[in-house]
């Protein structure tokens, strides 16, 4: 069973920044997604950006584009999101997210099915 860990979420100022983790454990092989949504009540989920592990191949959100990096660590079971230039706007909280058994990038892309989630973390960013 695949388990999500998040950290790093918490209050900033538009224009700064945060970091925040997801660690994986419960998979240890190659071949899998993982990635980083958000929710405000009342909205939709949003996928913001997704990493495949095997060609570090990136899906980000146009709204995201040019400010936020996804990356994993050496062992890949760890996924990082760099925020940086935070706006109001991105305000939410934002989930962790995997897939496992995936054999092409384009199994990674935003619009595809997550079956693993983590409980979440917030960023709030004040204007």
């Known amino acids: 069973q695949v388990q999500l860990a998040e950290s790093g979420g918490g209050s900033v100022q538009a224009g700064g920044s945060l970091r925040l983790s997801c660690a994986r454990s419960g998979y240890p092989y190659s071949g899998n997604c993982m990635g980083w949504f958000r929710q405000v009540p009342g909205k939709e989920r949003e996928g913001v950006a997704t990493i495949y592990s095997r060609t570090i191949s990136t899906d980000y959100a146009d709204s995201v584009k040019g400010r936020f990096t996804i990356s994993l660590n050496n062992n890949k079971d760890t996924v990082y999101l760099q925020m940086d230039s935070l706006k109001p706007e991105d305000t939410a909280m934002y989930y962790c997210?995997?897939?496992?058994?995936?054999?092409?990038?384009?199994?990674?892309?935003?619009?595809?099915?997550?079956?693993?989630w983590g409980q979440g973390t917030q960023v709030t960013v004040s204007s």
């Open positions: 997210a995997a897939r496992i058994g995936v054999y092409s990038a384009s199994g990674c892309l935003r619009s595809n099915p997550y079956t693993y």
